[in-house]
């Protein structure tokens, strides 16, 4: 590629992650909505779900901030609306009242029987293979890890 090239807006890495993201993003929202959730609420249940699975205890408000990459000005009010939806309980630590932790309730566990269909409805919308996701998630996967 000509240097001068690099500032044209289609030569620019962030200009193809940031519209990707937007459409991969518009795709949930239909299938989300069935399960009355939004696509951030449904990454924080993705990883109650998760370690709710592997019998894990229950995370704490930081630490599922740091999985998601979220602060708790961002993290918070979507935990207020999951608990208003009877998705979740907050639960201060007994042995550290600063800490709270972040508990599915019945509502929240019975959900993932419904949120099974998103995937692979996702993979169906945006028109890859599954070998082709495998490939990009991998591929963002390194760029987070180096650009971290």
Not at 49 to 75: C, F, I, N
Request: net charge neutral.
């Amino acid at each position: 590629m000509d240097e001068q090239d690099w500032l044209k807006l289609d030569a620019q890495l962030c200009f193809r992650l940031y519209a990707a993201s937007r459409v991969v993003t518009r795709c949930y929202q239909p299938l989300l909505a069935d399960l009355a959730l939004t696509y951030p609420q449904y990454l924080v249940m993705l990883v109650l779900w998760e370690q709710h699975q592997a019998q894990e205890a229950a995370p704490t408000v930081k630490a599922l901030g740091a999985r998601l990459m979220l602060d708790s000005g961002t993290l918070t009010p979507l935990l207020k609306r999951l608990e208003q939806s009877g998705l979740i309980q907050r639960e201060r630590r007994a042995q550290d009242e600063r800490e709270v932790s972040i508990v599915l309730t019945g509502a929240g566990v019975a959900l993932r029987e419904r949120a099974v269909a998103v995937p692979p409805a996702l993979v169906s919308k945006l028109g890859l293979s599954l070998d082709e996701v495998v490939a990009l998630r991998t591929t963002l996967d390194k760029l987070l890890a180096e650009a971290s």
